[in-house]
């Protein structure tokens, strides 16, 4: 064996973590090769100069317990007990509902267990999703997107249920609805955004085709989480300023149409929606109706709550679960769930200036946009400053697939993180 594979196997002896163990092999042999070039440029032949490049790197004991204390995978503990306090809560929830929750779906207990078994399969996806190598991904941007794609193309051609007026497949107890395909576009727009190959009219037609399966289920909660996402990523993208611009505005021209159209195409009863959204008054009786009967319910929440108040709550454990935990917990507990679901995005953000890859940088920055939408969004319908809409309290609304997505937005927040020490291969054979 040469002495430079020596050296490098007594280093990786002493590294833990098969991932850093590729890394510094990587980096150990750079170093050794511009060493051994530097002594034959000095004279020396290549036997020779191998033998001084290797003992001019040291003790391969004392570098490789170094190098395993500097490139350590590390756990954001901060992150993790944020899901489990936000999980916790979530299953509070629960304990809220009363007995006009019970007379409407029969049986509490049967959605608590529900609620649970969501609860621990987050906490799996999110745990799995840390351990496994986010840089993985990067290739498969096209792969993804297709997977998007097809989920959304079979929603419009082979739905069979309807909620909350959006068409999904239902086939036993498993649902296929428009949120799977979030992830997917998400994972495959960070991709896209970090290829230099991808030309802006790539990006433009791309955004276009997708929109329009949005549109035609229709999914506007969808659309307008989508929307988002895409702009702040493509804010923090590669592209130079003036290409950043242009796609804006093609975004943003994209975006009217759509909702010229929307607004031609939509039922009676979702315009009346809308209209009673930007004037409450005008319908007291009828579509302004549910407004003021939330705006009422956290009015009477009072510091403390009413935990024994009987007051129905419309859709208590989903779409206005903030404002079913505000009525019987009260404010101070409401404000404490906003201050811990507040510092997931600043974590988030946190970690971004930690990262000095551009992939990574541009999951967790469409990782930050995904959540902070949902967060947003449910808390302003609550003090109705966004419209009554389909939107989860990220890890406090009952649904699987709203818990699965946001922890699953942790679990590749956790990963990035992890891995935040170690460069790709691409990067150290540059």
Same mark, same amino acid.
């Given at each position: 064996? %040469? ?22 092999? /990587?980096?150990?042999?750079n170093?050794?090769k ?37 490139? %350590? ?18 299953? $509070?929830?629960?304990?809220?509902l ?16 529900r609620?649970?078994?969501?609860i621990?399969?987050?906490?799996a996806?999110?745990?799995?999703m ?6 993985? $991904?990067v *290739? ?9 794609? $097809? ?18 497949i ?26 230099? &190959? ?12 997708s ?9 506007? @909660? ?18 130079? &300023? ?5 796609? =804006?505005?093609?975004?943003?021209? @994209? ?13 009676h ?24 009967l939330?705006?009422? *319910? ?8 009413? %935990? ?11 779409n ?16 404490? $769930?906003?201050?811990?679901? @507040? ?6 953000? =946190? ?29 302003? /319908?609550?003090?109705?400053?966004f ?12 649904g ?15 990963s990035?993180? %992890? *891995?935040?020490?170690? &460069? ?7």
């Amino acid at each position: 064996m %040469r002495k430079s594979e020596s050296y490098l196997s007594k280093v990786k002896d002493q590294i833990q973590s098969k991932e850093a163990k590729e890394f510094v092999t /990587m980096e150990l042999e750079n170093h050794l090769k511009e060493a051994k070039c530097d002594w034959i440029r000095k004279g020396c032949d290549e036997e020779e100069a191998e033998e001084k490049a290797v003992e001019q790197m040291g003790s391969p004991i004392t570098i490789g317990q170094q190098l395993n204390k500097l490139h %350590r995978p590390k756990v954001d503990w901060l992150t993790v007990m944020l899901l489990l306090a936000a999980l916790g809560v979530g299953f $509070l929830s629960m304990m809220s509902l009363n007995d006009n929750f019970l007379g409407y779906y029969q049986d509490v207990s049967y959605f608590t267990m529900r609620k649970l078994i969501f609860i621990l399969l987050g906490i799996a996806v999110a745990w799995g999703m840390m351990y496994m190598d986010y840089r993985k $991904l990067v *290739r498969q941007g096209w792969l993804f997107y297709t997977i998007g794609m $097809l989920i959304l193309l079979a929603i419009n051609f082979f739905s069979n249920h309807m909620v909350f007026g959006i068409p999904i497949i239902k086939i036993g107890s498993i649902t296929i609805e428009s949120l799977m395909a979030i992830p997917f576009f998400f994972l495959a727009w960070a991709s896209f955004f970090n290829n230099s &190959r991808l030309k802006v009219w790539h990006c433009a037609l791309l955004f276009l085709f997708s929109c329009s399966l949005f549109f035609i289920l229709p999914s506007i @909660s969808m659309l307008y989480i989508y929307v988002v996402m895409v702009f702040v990523m493509l804010c923090w993208s590669r592209f130079s &300023r003036k290409t950043i611009l242009i796609m =804006a505005g093609v975004m943003t021209s @994209s975006i009217l149409i759509f909702g010229l159209m929307i607004w031609q195409s939509a039922s009676h009863h979702l315009k009346r929606r809308l209209l009673a959204f930007l004037n409450p008054g005008s319908d007291p009786n009828g579509d302004g109706y549910m407004m003021f009967l939330i705006q009422e *319910r956290m009015s009477n929440a009072g510091w403390f709550g009413n %935990r024994l108040g009987e007051a129905f709550i419309p859709d208590a454990h989903t779409n206005f679960v903030f404002v079913s935990l505000t009525y019987h917990y009260g404010w101070l507990f409401a404000a404490v $769930l906003i201050f811990i679901l @507040s510092l997931f995005v600043v974590r988030m953000i =946190a970690i971004i200036y930690k990262i000095n890859d551009s992939y990574g940088k541009l999951l967790l920055i469409g990782a930050v946009s995904l959540y902070t939408i949902q967060f947003v969004s449910h808390i302003g /319908m609550a003090f109705g400053f966004f419209p009554m809409a389909s939107m989860s309290l990220p890890f406090i609304s009952y649904g699987l697939m709203p818990i699965l997505l946001n922890a699953f937005l942790i679990g590749i927040v956790l990963s990035v993180y %992890r *891995r935040k020490d170690l &460069r790709s291969v691409e990067f150290v054979e540059a």
